[in-house]
């Protein structure tokens, strides 16, 4: 027996220390492990969207840009999709602002490091408006800045005193929204192929992940034409959100990103 142990320990590998920001990161799959999650999967047409794009070229904007901003405008339209219980339960708090918590991929040290900014009131701001605050958020270094200093003190407390800081979101929807945002986005599952999204966990009511874009072939009129399709998923707290109105908003969001002759300033871009 000992010697099975011995020859356990004993296989070739390497020992590096364990990033201390990634404590944060399980800090954040606990409280949202708290959650009632449910899911709704989808795909969206964006063929129009990405011939608008290729013919805009440098004046146009990325898909995760365009997307987000259509999950934004349909929650500002159906703001009760991120509603959150008060303190003791009694009540639901309902915002009026959409402020979408967007997760960037940082490299810190070599090191990939899921970062969380903000894009406050997105549900009002121009498609443009809010590619220049995504730029803005891929582009600005985040070591030495002030938001990765107060990560590192905190990843650095004791596990205890780290998750009692979680209690203040936890039971006020204000300081939620104001640390976490009231949606959330991630863009994690585009790096996939095929009809893939990923099934994140999150603390917030909803949030939305952007899976692949996949070629799909489709009948009109008697012609075979191909169509561009994004896999989407929406992830809701069912404690708030039940499974029909859920199935009604991600018919609403497919309609918007379909249709995206309204966010480019009234241009018409339909070829159907």
């Known amino acids: 027996m000992l010697k099975l142990l011995k020859g356990a320990w004993s296989a070739p590998h390497k020992k590096t220390p364990f990033p201390p920001v990634r404590r ?13 999650n449910i ?17 805009a070229g440098d ?9 987000l901003t259509c999950f934004a405008h349909a929650v500002q339209k159906q703001p009760d999709m991120q509603a959150y219980r008060s303190a003791f339960g009694g009540s639901l708090i309902t915002f009026d602002a959409v402020d979408v918590s967007y997760t960037v991929e940082k490299s810190i040290e070599g090191q990939p490091v899921a970062w969380a900014y903000m894009i406050r009131d997105a549900g009002r701001k121009p498609l443009m408006d809010v590619e220049a605050a995504l730029q803005r958020a891929k582009t600005a270094p ?12 905190l990843a650095r407390l004791p596990r205890l005193i780290r998750r009692l800081f979680w209690l203040g979101p936890r039971y006020s929807p204000f300081l939620m929204k104001r640390h976490l945002g009231s949606v959330g986005v991630t863009s994690v599952g585009m790096f996939s192929k095929g009809g893939l999204s990923l099934l994140p966990l999150s603390p917030l009511t909803l949030t939305l992940s952007i899976g692949a874009i996949e070629q799909k072939l489709e009948q009109r009129d008697g012609e075979i034409i191909e169509r561009q399709v994004i896999s989407l998923c929406l992830i809701a707290d069912h404690d708030i959100i039940d499974g029909a109105p859920l199935a009604r908003f991600a018919e609403a969001l497919r309609g918007k990103i379909s249709a995206p002759d309204v966010l480019i300033g009234g241009e018409s871009v339909s070829q159907r």
């Open 39 to 55: 899911y709704e999967m989808f795909q969206a047409d964006i063929t129009d969207f990405m011939a608008w794009r290729a013919s």
């Open 59 to 67: 004046a146009g904007c990325s898909i995760t840009t365009y997307v």
């Open 24 to 36: 944060l990161i399980t800090d954040l799959m606990y409280e949202a492990k708290r959650k009632h």
């Open 142 to 153: 985040l070591e030495g800045s002030a938001g990765w200093a107060r990560a590192i003190r």
